[in-house]
C-alpha cells in the first residue's frame, strides 16, 4: 500500500512539474487592450470593429499581398494593421502598435517603462537600430521597440 501511495506522489509531482513546463507567458504577438481583450498578430481581422468598436481613425490602402485592400483601425492606445487573405477571402492581422501606456504586450511591457525593464521581460537577445529594439519571438514575429532617454516611446508587433 506503501507503495502505492508513493507511485502516486511521484506521478502527481511528475505531472506537476510538466506542467510548470509549458510557458503562459510566451514571447508571442499579442497584447492585452486597454479593455483587456488579447488580440495576436496573424488572427483573423475580419471583425475588428465588431470587436473593439468604431474605430478614432481608420485608412485603407490598395494591398501589395495580394487582392484588396490593407486597413489600419486607429484606437486609444494601440493600432491594428490587417491585409487581406488568399483570394481576396477575408484579412489577417500583420501589425500591432502600441503608442501608450493603456495597453500592453501579453508579457507586461507598456510604453513608458524602461530599457532596462524591457530587457528583464524580453530579454537581451535583441539587435539594436539606432534608437530602437528588435526581437525575433516565436513564429519569427518581429518586436519593435523605440526607446528615446531610456524610455519606451513605442512598441510594435509585426507578423512576417
Known sequence: MNRI???CICVILFVGLLAGCTNPTQKTGHILT???ET?????DGADI???FGTPEAYAEAQSCYG???????????FEITTYPAQKGKGEFISILV????TAQTGLG???GMSRTRMIEIYGEDFVQRGQSYVYTLEDDVILWVDIED???TRIEFRAP
Do not use: F
Request: glycine content about 8%; charged content about 30%.
Open 5 to 7: 501511495w508513493k507511485i
Open 34 to 36: 486597454p479593455s483587456g
Open 39 to 43: 488580440v495576436s498578430v496573424r488572427e
Open 49 to 51: 470593429e465588431a470587436r
Open 67 to 77: 487582392e484588396g485592400y490593407d486597413k489600419v483601425y486607429t484606437y486609444a492606445g
Open 98 to 101: 502600441l503608442s501608450d501606456n
Open 109 to 111: 511591457l507598456k510604453v
Open 150 to 152: 531610456e524610455t519606451i
